[in-house]
């Protein structure tokens, strides 16, 4: 995933600013899974899926706030999108917390396809038109 390029900029400070906290975070995973010489990944793993749980809230939070006082009328769709990876997050979670040295590795490659899923469609896609629509309305 490496870093987040000027293509990922929605032009809202704040918010970009947060969405590079979710590359650092899938980077970490990236790092973590590929780490062949670390025998026991549990605690980082734990670590990871705890940063993006903290980050979502605060992020999701702060862009509802935003698209709220901007009255974005495609707000609920959005919000549906929030829940529906926070949903994904909380199962892969539960997975985590069954995690053996056998699965371990197959759980951090779902977590990383799924963020780095998110950051491509959500981020790139639908959050930089959420911005470009917002502001298209005044």
């Known amino acids: 995933m490496n870093t987040m390029g000027p293509e990922y900029n929605t032009g809202i ?17 990236q790092t973590l899974l590929k ?6 990944k549990f605690d980082e793993l734990k670590e990871i899926l705890d940063g993006i749980r903290s980050y979502t ?19 609920d769709e959005h919000l549906a999108l929030h829940q529906k990876f926070l949903d994904n997050l909380t199962r892969i ?7 053996s040295l056998g699965t371990q590795d197959s759980i951090l490659r779902e977590l990383l396809d ?25």
């Open 93 to 99: 979670d539960e997975e985590a917390s069954r995690v």
């Open 13 to 29: 400070a704040v918010l970009d600013e947060q969405h590079q906290q979710l590359f650092r975070l899938t980077n970490q995973a």
């Open 114 to 138: 799924y963020l780095t899923e998110w950051l491509q469609r959500h981020i790139l896609m639908i959050d930089k038109e959420m911005v470009k629509e917002i502001e298209a309305a005044g």
């Open 35 to 40: 780490d062949q010489n670390m025998l026991y």
């Open 57 to 75: 809230l605060s992020h999701f939070a702060e862009e509802e706030t935003f698209m709220k006082n901007a009255a974005y009328d495609k707000l």
